[in-house]
């Protein structure tokens, strides 16, 4: 879906703006919370995506793809700026503040570790277009983003998840 006017120019503008939020929104916080593992964040990346876009939209060409860029450079962002927070935290000990967790909790956590590093084993190419493809984009949208021609996103996105399949079956027998 192309929408080329900018939500000040016209009547129809505020309807374009509407629009392109119904249509990506879920897809953005589902891309950036992947990325970061937070909602929070993921909330916060994709509202200022969207602000973004409210600001420039008259120079997008593919809202689709601008908007997966921007919430990928937010994100990247996000989590290098929480590394350097982290390591600037003074150590806790954790034993005097841990509550009892619960079993789902550290399931959950195992998976979300388990899952992003299988992702860093990956190519970038590979991980860029696993990402996106569990983000919700289409193989012509995943195309436009990574430069990848559209007749090789499937093989490309096949390889990547036997992959990945395999790095994690590996990885959860050991």
Known sequence: ??????????????????????????????????????????????????????????????????????????????????????????????????VISLEDIVVRDYEIRTTRKILERLSSRDRMCLLLKFSGYKYNEISEITGIEKNSVGKILSRAQEKFKKIYLREVHD
């Open 1 to 98: 879906m192309l929408y080329h006017s900018h939500p000040n120019e016209n009547t129809n503008a505020s309807e374009n703006f509407k629009a392109w939020y119904k249509d990506y929104y879920n897809i953005i916080l589902r891309h950036a919370s992947y990325l970061t593992g937070s909602t929070a964040a993921a909330e916060d990346i994709a509202q200022e995506t969207f602000i973004r876009l409210y600001n420039h939209c008259e120079t997008i060409e593919n809202v689709g793809a601008w908007l997966s860029r921007v919430a990928s450079n937010l994100a990247y962002n996000y989590i290098r700026n929480e590394r350097a927070r982290i390591k600037k935290l003074p150590e806790i000990d954790n034993k005097e503040h841990n």
